[in-house]
């Protein structure tokens, strides 16, 4: 198993571009879930999903959209980057939502917005 | 709300020292509680957790206690290895939104030399 993949690794986009970061995952979990890393302030939640065509906001959605069309797969989407969006950004996936079930995570992307 | 206070970093250890890093909490409901760690390059990986007061989590020679009279839950490791050099995470889960929601503190950097 891959576990949870994400790609790109890195990416650097000028203000007001749009990409779509892709996180996978085999592992058949229902949960999965898109974190910001930024110096200083840990990981917060952006959006999470409880299952297939489900999503939900997080601590900081703002300036993000998300997508879960697939089970194994979960999109993150900047319509518009912002210099404020840089940071690294990591996906995870549980097969639950109880503390019971742990959540795993992807090797995260880094992303500069100039 | 829910909030994670973690010791600041950097540490830096001889191999064999004693480890400790702190770790509090504030939380509305009665959370559960957890320490991830992430190696140089790759995501956060589960190290240990507790889900109800005075619960001991363990895991590769880690453990925390989660002491709800204090509201804390620090990481302690009796004799550190080089190989411990990563960064960790003290978090906390949050039910009342129905997903696993994890609230992270800011990371300490760990570093053993030999």
């Known amino acids: 198993n891959a576990g949870v993949t994400q790609t790109p690794k890195f990416r650097v986009l000028k203000t007001g571009q749009s990409m779509t970061l892709l996180c996978a995952q085999d592992?058949?979990?229902?949960?999965m879930y898109w974190y910001r890393q930024d110096p200083g302030m840990g990981l917060r939640l952006i959006h999470y999903?409880?299952?297939?065509?489900?999503?939900a906001k997080g601590e900081v959605p703002d300036g993000y959209n998300v997508s879960r069309l697939k089970k194994q797969n979960f999109l993150l989407g900047l319509e518009s980057a912002a210099p404020s969006q840089t940071s690294v950004y990591f996906c995870?996936?549980?097969?639950?939502?109880?503390?019971?079930?742990?959540?795993?995570f992807g090797p995260g992307t880094r992303l500069t917005v100039t | 709300g829910n909030s994670v206070t973690q010791m600041e970093g950097p540490v830096t250890l001889s191999e064999e020292a004693f480890l400790t890093i702190n770790c509090t909490y504030t939380?509305?409901?009665?959370?559960?509680l957890f320490w991830y760690v992430q190696y140089p390059g790759e995501g956060l990986q589960l190290l240990l957790k507790?889900?109800?007061?005075?619960d001991k989590g363990s895991n590769k020679g880690f453990e925390a206690t989660y002491r709800k009279e204090t509201t804390s839950f620090h990481l302690e490791k009796g004799s550190v290895q080089v190989s411990d050099s990563a960064v960790y995470f003290c978090a906390l889960s949050d039910l009342q939104t129905g997903a696993n929601n994890l609230f992270f503190g800011t990371g300490t950097r760990l570093t053993v030399i030999p």
């Open positions: 592992m058949n979990h229902e949960y």
């Open positions: 507790a889900t109800k007061a005075d």
């Open positions: 995870a996936s549980s097969e639950s939502g109880t503390a019971a079930y742990e959540q795993y």
């Open positions: 939380a509305t409901g009665y959370p559960s």
């Open positions: 999903s409880v299952g297939e065509g489900t999503t």
